[in-house]
């Protein structure tokens, strides 16, 4: 529990625009990707419930696997934009 | 079902609460400023944050109603999960640094930042209520719900000892000792859950064909309060006759009884290929005024159950209905932006050092959020098919899923539940408490606080808002929990997030542009929901279809509008000097 004392808070973080341009674009790209996936999924639910029972593979139906898909996806991307992005001076986070 | 109480989850119950208290206390000592018991000084490390969102985040509706809902009706509470879960890429990807960058204790910061607007101040600060109040409700509900069968408390019992808990905890400390029960809360739940999920699978799958196991059961409540089950009182005792528990597997595929251990991925094989007894209820009242409940058998194939449309919330996507098809949809998009918009959550980035840290905790959140919702879909099913299913309460079903692996499981379980609903709403009250203090009394009325005064009075709107939530609490007694959940996350998205994400990202929103959007999606999902017809139904008991709108979940209107709102009002107003 470090940390908890009345010490001032931290002081405010250097601002770099182009730092954070590129940061936010990155995540709304990745975004993108995201709804993408999650929009096809919500709508095959919705509209094509029927191909929830395919089986594509290892056993396991579609609602299941792309249920899987999108929250291991999530992560894989949440991974991947903590890596690209860069911190203020330009080099990565 | 009457549960008995067991004294081993008395014990381990009374252990957590006395931890929580210990670490409040030690932290309450050391929190003297307003930006330490706001935000924990910006000083908590972005791990500890991280999990510290996952015990924020994961509420009782998601670890009690989640699991019951799979273990009733298998993939349908599976959709919340996915739901719950992408609402984090949102927070990441688009919210998480800029508002770490603009905010210093509260939501209402960030919006505000630009314009420097009471008017904004003010507004952020009544949706952050509402928010929270819409939130808290199904917490407490819970947390009734959770203590009436384990401890044999009455549910008011129940919810007072929460409140009166949470209000020690945000009162001593604030955001500091919040996030640390967050963080303990958090990793219990995955430890737990991941320790329930192997011994899930270490089990494996057992047929029962025999008659007995299907049997239906029935409980009947006399007009003059009288409980019968199955035609004889309702007790443990001679003479007297209880629900059973249920859920279980009738056809193992290739005619085995039992499978042995298996892998994860045998087991979702396996229950594919099975067939597994759900179970269905109808509630008649006979002239005399007696009211029974009919507990039905209905076998289906696991291949049925593993896919979307078994349970009534549901039920159309199965069927052509383009209605039932849109109140999906709007659920689904309430889930993917309102996570994004819940001011606990948000306040909660206020609490690490800078956007870096910021954007870490969230990919530590979305790991740990994660692999406990994939544990939710084996949990679910883990109920479903070894007879731990109260068919009276699905909120009880992790609670006995981990009885059928003995006490102490279940005890753990137990608190773990308990403490889940601490966690979260500490978190509600903090966020509500601020919202008070710094945008109300200090950003909307001017009114000049020293450090120390601002922490005393948000000790004591903590306390206020407390007492609020724990008579809601007692009054919604009767409310589903998951369905309270989802009328705060239609709120929070309507109202919040459209003024957050184009103050990110449109130059042109102007203040008069968030105001407007704020209020009007407010003001739209709400009175959207008070007119649906499941709160027609469920609320004001009057038939569903006299209700006004087509289907029952606004998100789908009430976000786009709200979007619109401010973009007309913003260009309508593009000559503000304040630009």
């Not at chain 1, 594509?56 to 299941?64: E, K, M, Q, S, Y």
């Not at chain 2, 099975?274 to 002239?287: C, G, H, P, R």
């Not at chain 2, 608190?415 to 979260?424: E, H, I, R, S």
Request: proline share 5%; aromatic share 10%.
């Amino acid at each position: 529990m470090a940390g908890f004392t009345n010490s001032p808070p931290p002081p405010d973080e250097v601002r770099d625009l182009p730092v954070e341009q590129y940061n936010a674009r990155l995540g709304l790209i990745l975004f993108a990707v995201y709804l993408a996936g999650y929009g096809a999924y919500v709508f095959i639910n919705a509209f094509r419930p029927a191909l929830m029972d395919e089986v594509p593979f290892l056993g396991i139906n579609l609602a299941v696997s792309s249920g899987f898909v999108l929250i291991v996806g999530a992560l894989v991307l949440a991974l991947l934009y903590a890596w690209l992005c860069r911190k203020p001076g330009g080099n990565r986070a | 079902m009457i549960h008995d109480p067991s004294r081993i989850a008395v014990v381990v119950f009374a252990l957590f609460v006395l931890f929580t208290l210990g670490i409040s206390f030690y932290l309450g000592r050391r929190t003297r400023t307003a930006s330490g018991y706001f935000a924990a000084g910006g000083h908590v490390p972005w791990f500890v944050n991280g999990v510290a969102f996952a015990g924020d985040y994961l509420s009782a509706a998601s670890f009690l109603g989640i699991c019951g809902m799979i273990a009733f009706y298998g993939y349908d509470g599976f959709l919340y999960s996915i739901g719950y879960l992408a609402g984090w890429v949102v927070a990441l990807f688009v919210i998480a640094e800029p508002l770490k960058r603009l905010g210093k204790y509260t939501f209402a910061d960030a919006l505000d930042n630009k314009f420097q607007s009471r008017g904004i101040k003010l507004m952020a600060a009544i949706s952050t209520l509402v928010v929270s109040v819409f939130y808290l409700i199904p917490q407490m509900v819970g947390a009734g719900v959770l203590i009436k069968p384990l401890l044999g408390f009455p549910h008011w019992a129940g919810v007072l000892m929460v409140g009166a808990v949470v209000i020690l905890i945000v009162a001593t400390a604030g955001m500091a000792s919040t996030t640390y029960v967050q963080f303990f809360k958090g990793s219990l739940l995955l430890i737990f859950s991941a320790g329930l999920t192997v011994m899930i699978l270490n089990r494996g799958l057992k047929a029962d064909p025999s008659p007995e196991a299907s049997a239906p059961q029935t409980i009947t409540v006399t007009a003059d309060g009288k409980k019968l089950v199955n035609g004889k009182p309702q007790g443990h005792g001679e003479g007297q006759g209880d629900l059973r528990q249920v859920g279980h597997v009738r056809q193992l595929p290739g005619g085995v009884t039992e499978t042995g251990p298996v892998g994860p991925v045998e087991f979702l094989n396996t229950v594919r290929e099975s067939e597994i007894v759900l179970w269905s209820s109808k509630t008649a009242t006979d002239a005399e005024g007696n009211k029974t409940t009919t507990y039905s058998p209905k076998p289906t194939s696991g291949a049925d159950v593993l896919r979307p449309g078994n349970s009534p919330t549901f039920a159309g996507l199965k069927s052509a209905d383009l209605t039932a098809k849109l109140n999906f949809l709007s659920l689904m998009l309430a889930l993917f932006c309102g996570t994004a918009s819940l001011p606990h959550i948000l306040i909660r980035y206020y609490t690490v050092k800078d956007a870096a840290a910021a954007r870490k905790s969230t990919v530590v959140g979305i790991a740990a959020i994660g692999c406990f919702y994939v544990l939710t879909l084996f949990m679910g099913l883990g109920a479903m098919t070894g007879g731990t299913i109260d068919v009276s309460n699905s909120n009880m079903t992790a609670p006995l899923l981990a009885k059928s692996f003995g006490e102490l499981p279940f005890a753990l379980i137990s608190a773990v539940a308990f403490t889940t609903v601490l966690g979260t709403v500490s978190g509600l009250i903090v966020a509500a408490s601020g919202a008070v203090v710094h945008d109300v009394m200090t950003g909307f009325l001017k009114l000049e606080m020293s450090d120390s005064a601002k922490v005393r009075v948000g000790k004591l709107a903590a306390v206020c808002v407390g007492l609020v939530a724990v008579c809601l609490g007692i009054v919604f007694e009767r409310m589903n929990v998951n369905y309270l959940v989802g009328w705060a996350f239609s709120v929070a998205a309507s109202a919040n997030l459209p003024a957050l994400v184009m103050l990110l990202f449109w130059k042109r929103t102007t203040k008069e542009g968030i105001i407007v959007s704020v209020f009007a999606g407010m003001m739209t999902s709400l009175g959207w929901i008070l007119l649906s017809g499941d709160t027609f139904k469920d609320v004001y008991g009057i038939s569903a279809d006299r209700s006004p709108v087509p289907f029952s979940q606004p998100g789908l209107v009430t976000i786009p509008l709200s979007f619109a709102v401010l973009v007309v009002v913003s260009l309508l107003t593009k000559r503000n000097p304040q630009r």
